[in-house]
């Protein structure tokens, strides 16, 4: 069983930057497909961005798209999610996810292991 632990979110102006980390526990962590997901009260939750691999191969969603990065650090096991440009309405606890399989999908239902979840909120 794969652990997954989040961390770097809180409170942040409009304009300014976070980065939320998701650390695993499973050594081979880098083989890993890992997305972000986000949810905001009284919304879905939405798919926010994912990496397969080294990280030549990322997507995002459009409204996220230039603000921010997904990225990984294979030695430390951790993926990175750098979120420059802030929103109020990028305001919603956001939860990584990863699958062993070699995939990339926007889909929840793709992923096997969920982190618990980092609150971020963005004021005006």
């Known amino acids: 069983q794969v652990q997954l632990v989040e961390s770097g979110g809180g409170l942040v102006q409009a304009g300014g930057s976070l980065r939320l980390s998701c650390a695993a526990s499973e050594r081979t962590f880098s083989s890993y497909t890992v997305a972000w997901f986000r949810q905001a009260p009284g919304k879905e939750r939405e798919f926010v961005a994912a990496?397969?691999?080294?990280?030549?191969?990322?997507d995002y969603a459009g409204s996220v798209k230039g603000r921010f990065t997904i990225s990984r650090d294979g030695a430390k096991n951790t993926v990175y999610l750098q979120m420059n440009s802030l929103k109020p309405e990028d305001t919603a606890v956001y939860s990584c996810?990863?699958?062993?399989?070699?995939?990339?999908?926007?889909?929840?239902?793709?992923?096997?292991?969920w982190g618990q979840g980092s609150q971020v909120t963005v004021s005006s």
């Open positions: 996810a990863a699958t062993s399989r070699w995939f990339m999908s926007r889909q929840g239902v793709s992923y096997d292991y």
């Open positions: 990496i397969i691999g080294s990280g030549g191969n990322t």
